[in-house]
């Protein structure tokens, strides 16, 4: 008995030791304590860094810090700033990319314009400590980006500025970190410091925005169907990243950060990949790394001194002061809502990441001294509480802009309902390619399921044919749930296909149809018989599709639209489709057509308040369709506008295009529209 208690007095000596017990301690906090705070209406991310300070070394002292905690601190840390750029839409913030410029020359700029000047003057701090403590001030960490992205309102153009500033503003950082260490050492800023920062950030750059992209298409392209060595791949870009950015005399949350924009385009944000990355870091690395932060913090420091509390108050007002003076200017200069100000604020204020990196290495190099450090901890307690408030309470309000914004007529029309898409079989084979471009295009606002409809001739067999059809399609049911998006598996008993389309169709109300592209008929034109008679007993959008590459190893989307389509039923829903393909891959939309055309496409997209990547060729000689072949490279999707008979933009030339596109375009992903 007394040897049992010893061992059991062993294990819950204070700090813990037990890795099991630490480990269940810290799932135990991330489960149970936003559960318990979340009645009063305090943050998850407030609670996660205050539930560090009390079982920390300086509260309770439950636990130490040590490698393990520091390991998960940053793998937390890393995914933040990872799935900031991963998630960062990059068609917005190309044409945003002044904007992002502009704001993080007042974020950057202003806090260490006010920071100087305080440190060297007010608080009497020597050259380098008032530099690199001023310079402090300019870092910010997304903390709070996960309050946003949950809202809904990550695709913000103030949320994109936002976040696109951060890499400028926390690489210019740590790079003055990188010059005052050099400038402390022996031997100063020589031309050789210099040459040598030079060259190992341009390799650095170099092999992230040139090798990492390439290596992960191919292995994305020839890795397709072992979908859970995806998500090890990806982990293995972004620490390798991480190292090599280190390598390259900067901080590894840079690294982690170019590893997202790197792989932003090949990871659609409707994917099970990306749902799994998601999943990992809300659950488990990001809050390991709030609970590692409040572990930090030692309260104590408040009442060491008169200098100590002058210091922590001086730092955290001049940090505030200075992120929400560059919010201000940004409202100013772009003439934001008050609810935009607020969000970049939020976004802006929070310090942890490169603030830490900062100052500890400023510690250790002794260029600041304590009392820096420990307002440090404190500034960060108070910004990550400052920027949580103040980022909630602004996502909250610019999600019900968002929603009041939307014009009536918009909300009137087929493309705002809550959408139905159907998704016909013919052949199970290229049932996987189509349900990935149907989670693609779909309206994530919906609750609807993506129906798959198969048709079984009405014979003795129909009842065995429609389990056996059942049973082969439960493994792609998996796939979708991977996506989070609900599937509705139905078969259905017809002597005729397409008559079993079109019912099906009406009792869903379905507002499109996506179908492989047709089989060779023998005829002389791709829509034969079969495929004419669906067409003409589904009065619905039609999308035929043929692919045999991954959908995000595409480039550009290049359509073509006969003249009036704008005048025909189905004309907003194919644009904003085309919209939501650009936006979930990340790539530029080259759109030909007629000036009318264009010109009732930007009036659309105006209403829906969106920023989408389109570049305009006029374009009406559907003779010599192949002139734009021109334009049209191996990786490019090409997607034809066409037109049912007896419809204003009918055109009887139309229906030799599909046949062309498959004699020239061989290698491409081609997509027909016909609208309803």
Same mark, same amino acid.
């Given at each position: ?14 700090? &813990? ?9 810290i799932l135990l906090i991330i489960l149970v304590s936003p559960i318990l705070l979340r009645r009063i209406n305090i943050p998850g991310i407030i609670v996660l860094i205050v539930s560090g300070i009390i079982i920390g070394p300086y509260g309770v002292g439950l636990l130490e810090q040590n490698t393990a905690i520091d390991l998960f601190s940053t793998i937390g840390l890393l995914y933040i700033m990872f799935i900031a750029g991963l998630e960062l839409d990059m068609n917005q913030f ?48 997304? &903390? ?54 030079? !060259? ?43 190292? &090599? ?63 100590? !509390? ?21 409202? &100013? ?179 499109? !149809? ?128 066409t037109a049912r008979k007896g419809t204003v933009a009918y055109l009887p030339i139309l229906e030799q295009i599909p046949r062309k596109m498959e004699s020239y375009f061989e290698e491409n992903t081609k997509i027909i529209v016909l609208p309803h």
């Open positions: 008995m007394n040897e049992f208690l010893e061992t059991l007095h062993h294990e819950f000596e204070l700090p &813990l030791s037990n890795p099991v017990l630490i480990f269940a301690l190309k044409v945003n990319r002044n904007k992002s410029f502009l704001f993080g020359l007042f974020t950057f700029a202003l806090p260490l314009a006010i920071g100087f000047p305080v440190c060297f003057y007010l608080l009497g701090y020597d050259f380098n400590a008032s530099f690199l403590t001023a310079s402090m001030f300019a870092t910010h960490t997304l &903390l709070t980006y996960p309050v946003v992205s949950k809202m809904g309102v990550s695709k913000n153009e103030a949320v994109a500025i936002t976040v696109g500033g951060t890499i400028l503003t926390d690489t210019a950082v740590l790079i003055i970190l990188a010059v005052i260490m050099g400038n402390a050492q022996e031997g100063g800023l020589t031309a050789d410091f210099w040459l040598k920062l030079i !060259i190992s950030l341009s390799i650095f750059c170099a092999i992230m925005f040139l090798v990492v992209p390439r290596i992960a298409k191919w292995f994305f392209t020839s890795m397709e169907k072992e979908k859970h060595s995806h998500y090890i791949f990806v982990l293995a870009v972004v620490f390798l990243s991480a190292f &090599l950015a280190e390598l390259a005399g900067v901080e590894d949350i840079i690294g982690a950060f170019l590893a997202g924009l790197a792989l932003n385009r090949l990871i659609p944000h409707s994917s099970a990949l990306m749902n799994r990355i998601e999943f990992m870091g809300n659950s488990l690395f990001i809050p390991f790394f709030l609970i590692s932060v409040g572990m930090l913090v030692d309260i104590s420091v408040i009442f060491s001194g008169y200098m100590a !509390i002058v210091v922590a108050a001086t730092l955290s007002i001049v940090a505030i002061s200075g992120k929400w003076l560059a919010a201000f200017f940004t409202q &100013l200069v772009f003439k934001y809502s008050s609810s935009q100000r607020k969000v970049i604020f939020g976004l802006s204020s929070g310090h942890a990441a490169a603030t830490l990196a900062v100052i500890i290495v400023g510690y250790n190099a002794e260029i600041i001294d304590e009392n820096i450090l420990n307002g440090t901890i404190i500034l960060i307690l108070v910004t990550s509480v400052v920027a949580t408030l103040a980022t909630e309470n602004a996502a909250k309000k610019m999600a019900a802009e968002a929603k009041e914004v939307i014009p009536e007529e918009i909300k009137k029309s087929e493309s705002y309902k809550m959408e139905s898409i159907l998704l016909p079989l013919a052949n199970i084979t290229n049932l996987e390619k189509l349900l990935d471009f149907s989670i693609l295009i779909r309206d994530k606002s919906s609750s609807n399921p993506v129906s798959i409809l198969t048709v079984v001739p009405n014979d003795e067999q129909a009842e065995v044919n429609i389990a056996q059809a059942r049973t082969k399609l439960e493994d792609f049911v998996k796939q979708a749930s991977a996506t989070e998006t609900d599937v509705d598996v139905t078969a259905t008993i017809d002597k005729d296909i397409a008559n079993g389309i079109a019912r099906k169709s009406k009792e869903i109300i379905a507002d499109l !149809i996506v179908m492989g592209w047709p089989t060779s008929s023998g005829e002389n034109k791709v829509i034969g018989d079969k495929m004419s008679k669906i067409i003409n007993q589904t009065r619905k959008t039609i999308f035929l599709c043929q692919s045999d590459k991954p959908w995000a190893t595409h480039q550009t989307i290049i359509v073509a639209a006969p003249p009036r389509s704008e005048e025909m039923d189905g004309f907003e829903l194919w644009v904003k489709k085309l919209i939501k393909m650009a936006e979930e891959l990340s790539i530029p939309i080259v759109m030909n057509c007629t000036a009318e055309t264009q010109s009732a496409i930007e009036t659309f997209i105006d209403k829906l308040n969106l920023r989408a990547p389109f570049s305009f060729n006029t374009f009406s000689n559907w003779e010599d369709f192949l002139i734009i072949a021109k334009d049209v490279g191996p990786e490019d999707i090409l997607m034809l506008i």
